[in-house]
Each structure stands twice: as C-alpha cells, then as structure tokens.
C-alpha cells in the first residue's frame, strides 16, 4: 500500500522535562535500571500540569518514559552504528541497537516510580528512580509499564546478552566527604559502570565527569576505578 509520506510526518512538543544529577552525556549509565539509586524527578509543562493527567498513575511500580536524544540532535545518522557493549570494534544495525543516533532521536527507558508529589511552583513531579537520562532531557510521553505484557523473561537479548564488566570503585574518604551524603551510592553504581566509552576502555590515563555539582575524575587499572579528584563547580553553565 502506497502512502504520501507527508501525510504521516507529525510534530511532537514535550510534555515533561527531567532533572538529574547527569549534567553531561559522558558518563550516562548504557540502560535504565542499571544504577536504580540515581533519582530524577518528571517536571511538566505548563500545558500538561492538570492534575487528572496523573490520576491512578501511583498503582504503578514502573513507567515507560519516550524522550529525545536532545544532546545528539546535530549528528547525522548511519544504518549502522558501534554499541559500546560490543567495544566499539563491530558495527550492527541501527535499528538492531539503541543508539542515541538515529532517524528520529527518539530514546525509551523503564523507570520505578517512587513519588507523585505537588511542588508549589510547578506542579505535580514524577520522582523516579534508576533513570538514564541526562539533565533536562524532554519527556515526550509516559506510559505505565503494565507487568503481564510488558515483561519477557524468555525473551533473546541477542549481543546485549554478554556480561558487562563491572569495575570495582575506589573513593578515597578525604574527596568523597565534599559528595552529598545522599549522593554518594548513585554516584559509585554510575562509576562502576565505566562511563569510558568503548574507545577508551584501555585507556588508563585520568578522565573525567560532571555529577550534580561535582567534577569527578579517575583513573581505571586493572578493573579498578578510583576517584583522584572531586571539584566543586556550582554555579557553572550545563
């Protein structure tokens, strides 16, 4: 069946914007879940903050959120890609992966819902937890994640079924006291993931990462990450 493709193109606005503590794209966990103590909290628009747009919504444990790659938006895309998971050395398929590069820069994350609060200022919040989105990221649409459905456990995982390496994470006591106290076991669970790309995986000069006002950089030996230095940097542009 033929169709004008002019017919289907369509304009989306947000509905929600994110917060979090991922200031930067570098050193965003690889899938939502992985690090379930990162906390983000869903602020809506102005046009979305009616109250009935949530109603029942706390009768479920997690939530489908659709959102825009906004940070990758200047890249053109390729049929195929390298997924860090794989190194970096081999290409798949773009629609084979969840590149953040691809035809509509349209990303989907399975996050627990922990609150519904009302905020004086803007409304009813979403906080959730074990999201892998950057700070500010636009929330296109949210969808209650509905077990009997949703959930494959025999499903294949097909090249994302190889273990992920682990990186053990050492924070010396005298930088990790200028952490946020409530901060500190997500910011561990993101660094224990290697926030090195694929590229940089033998790479074992010092990198580093913005995480909430924190600059935070490293160093990776042997399976072990430890912290060198952590740098104040409120107030700075992000």
């Known amino acids: ?15 929600a914007y994110i917060r979090t503590e991922l200031r930067e794209k570098y050193g965003i966990p690889r899938q939502a879940g992985v690090v379930p103590e990162l906390r983000g909290e869903v ?12 109603r029942d919504i706390e009768g479920f444990d997690y939530l489908w959120l659709i959102w825009g790659f906004s940070g990758n938006r200047k890249r053109e895309w390729s049929p195929t890609v390298r997924p860090p998971r794989l190194g970096g050395n081999r290409r798949v398929g773009v629609f084979a992966s969840r590149s953040p590069v691809r035809p509509n820069y349209l990303g989907l994350s399975c996050v627990r819902l922990l609150e519904v609060r009302k905020d004086p200022e803007n ?7 074990g999201a892998d989105l950057m700070d500010g990221t636009p929330i296109y649409d949210i969808k209650p994640y509905v077990p009997y459905s949703d959930s494959k456990p025999d499903a294949r995982g097909g090249f994302t079924e190889s273990d992920w390496p682990v990186l053990q ?29 694929g590229y940089q995986r033998s790479d074992s000069r010092e990198h580093g990462m913005r995480f909430g006002e924190q600059n935070i ?20 542009d992000h």
């Open 123 to 129: 409304g009813m919040i979403l906080v959730v937890g």
């Open 169 to 197: 994470v050492i924070i010396p006591e005298t930088l990790e006291k200028n952490v946020p106290e409530e901060l500190r076991t997500a910011l561990r669970g993101v660094l224990s993931q290697d926030p090195r790309s």
């Open 43 to 54: 602020v809506f628009t102005p046009d979305f903050r009616d109250e009935n747009c949530l």
């Open 217 to 236: 950089r490293f160093k990776v030996e042997e399976g072990i990450l430890t912290v060198t230095s952590v740098e104040d940097v409120t107030g700075e």
């Open 1 to 15: 069946m033929s169709r004008d493709e002019t017919e289907d193109r369509v304009t989306i606005s947000p509905v």
